[in-house]
């Protein structure tokens, strides 16, 4: 059973004047298909796509859900980063210019206000919100689930637990720690 959500975000310097980009467009990009900001409805301007480290959970999680079977580009060693702090610094000062492109998880940039300075992109017309992540009006989610033996008992610790996580004080704890609970718990 899916207890909460997160997800992948992509974001540009707020000179940008991109504010929407479609899935298919942002694995291009990636890939290295698509290279120039002019190309998407922008400037005549080289994009440089950052992306997280090899192994890194983001880069996994970007991978998985954004490139789907398309493996993205090796990028310049500067264009990686090993840190989500280090990406998002490296977008927001790239050459003070609106060419950078990068991405990160949903909590960072909405919980955490890591994406500070940055604007966050639509992807296919839909902005990131745990509205549309809870929906699943947003294409890049990663859902995270609660499991149990179907057979537990009603009275078993296991049965309780399971019960607590997806009721409101389980989902206002994902909420707490970053996540978009499945039930809306914000308000």
Not at 16 to 36: C, M, Q, R, W, Y
Not at 78 to 85: L, P, V, Y
Not at 126 to 146: C, D, H, K, M, W
């Amino acid at each position: 059973t899916v207890l909460a959500y997160d997800g992948i975000v992509v974001i540009v310097n707020p000179g940008n004047p991109v504010s929407d980009l479609s899935v298919d467009t942002i694995a291009k990009i990636f890939t290295g298909e698509i290279t120039n900001w002019s190309q998407v409805g922008g400037e005549d301007l080289e994009i440089v796509p950052f992306q997280r480290n090899q192994g890194a959970g983001s880069q996994t999680m970007f991978k998985k859900l954004v490139m789907d079977d398309l493996e993205p580009m090796q990028p310049p060693l500067t264009w990686t980063s090993n840190s989500m702090e280090g990406l998002l610094n490296a977008v927001r000062e790239y050459d003070n210019s609106a060419a950078a492109l990068g991405y990160t998880v949903y909590y960072y940039a909405n919980d955490m206000e890591m994406a500070r300075g940055l604007k966050v992109l639509a992807i296919d017309g839909v902005t990131p919100s745990a509205q549309a992540i809870r929906a699943g009006e947003y294409p890049f989610l990663n859902p995270y689930f609660v499991s149990i033996d179907k057979d537990a008992p009603q009275d078993s610790p296991t049965r309780i637990l399971y019960d607590w996580v997806l009721g409101p004080g389980g989902q206002r704890l994902a909420a707490m720690e970053g996540y978009v609970p499945v039930m809306d718990v914000e308000g």
